[in-house]
DNA sequence: ATTACTGTACTATACGTATAATACAGCAAG
DNA sequence: CTTGCTGTATTATACGTATAGTACAGTAAT
């Protein structure tokens, strides 16, 4: 199926954002071979130019590699992986509570709701 | 000075952000009167008419009203600021929370790092 | 009435992004 | 060797955004 992407930000923005995700989270496993760009283009029901430019932009992170004629692999590095999770988790939670504060809502509620809101989602 | 404007989105929906904020957190008081397109435009260091189209955009939700020929002026309807000061810290959480979950961080996880990183902001 | 301030409107230019349509080099399997 | 798959490169078109420069109608104060 189509990703879920929206026109408020560029495409290969948002298609590097998930394919990190899908690393960090191990949908995609060290080593392991990506679809090819056509493939995911297809998938993404995306312009095979948009990935390609998504996936070039990826290389830079060092979390891909790509092998010219035979794809591009996930790499091994599970350390730095992991250090790449931790670093995207603190900018996420940083971005979060400086816009939150720009709200006026100070940590202590911002808190409450947040735990008030994933027991609502439990339930 | 100039407001603290990034080029990965566009610099009016920034803009709109911003006030929305202002008048959330109470920067801007209910019924206090907006500096003119142009003064605002020199502030953000930004051209007026980007500041324009913002502050036009932003009439849509109800929080400023123009004058045509005296001004902006932040609504007065207290409940309305109130209710789009919920409505946005929701929404907030919600899309923090989905991006935290994929990258495979159960909510427990993700309450735990944000109270650490609170508790590390205060020291 | 003139002056100075409002919001608003319009044209033109420049840049990034997205898409479409091709093309090519390198590798592997038939 | 040919076929089919890789990543990669190139050209053209279209659209949204940002800036610059200019203009105008309405209001208030002088």
Chains 1, 2 share one sequence.
Do not use: C
Request: hydrophobic letters at 35%.
């Amino acid at each position: 199926m189509a990703w879920k992407l929206d026109s408020e930000r560029p495409i290969y923005t948002q298609i590097i954002e998930r394919v990190v995700a899908g690393i960090i989270s191990g949908t995609y496993q060290p080593g392991e071979k990506l679809p090819s760009v056509r493939e995911l283009a297809a998938e993404a029901a995306v312009n095979p130019n948009t990935m390609q430019k998504a996936l070039s932009e990826l290389e830079r992170t060092g979390l891909v590699k790509s092998q010219r004629t035979s794809g591009r692999f996930i790499t091994e590095d599970t350390g730095l992986i992991n250090s790449k999770k931790s670093e995207l988790a603190k900018k996420e939670i940083k971005v979060f509570l400086e816009k939150m504060e720009s709200m006026g809502l100070d940590p202590e509620e911002i808190e409450n709701y947040i735990h008030e809101y994933i027991k609502e989602e439990e339930a």
